[in-house]
């Protein structure tokens, strides 16, 4: 089974600030208690839209 790559969210340098859930145009991300968190892993395509626009560098790809 290949394995698929997704963002993973670094809660601790995450500062809610939902640049990312913007550029998610598979809306896998949402801001939930003041962090980005993703929602539907499914719908994350692992390509990294959302990387470029974090100004905390909290996402990366896994």
Excluded: F, H, S, W
Aim: one cysteine or more; aromatic letters at 2%; proline letters at 2%.
């Amino acid at each position: 089974m290949a394995m698929r790559n997704i963002v993973e969210i670094d809660e601790e340098k995450c500062d809610g600030c939902g640049l990312c859930v913007i550029e998610c145009a598979e809306g896998a991300l949402e801001i939930r208690d003041g962090k980005a968190k993703i929602i539907k892993e499914m719908y994350c395509d692992g390509l990294g839209a959302c990387i470029g626009e974090c100004p905390q560098e909290a996402l990366t790809i896994v």
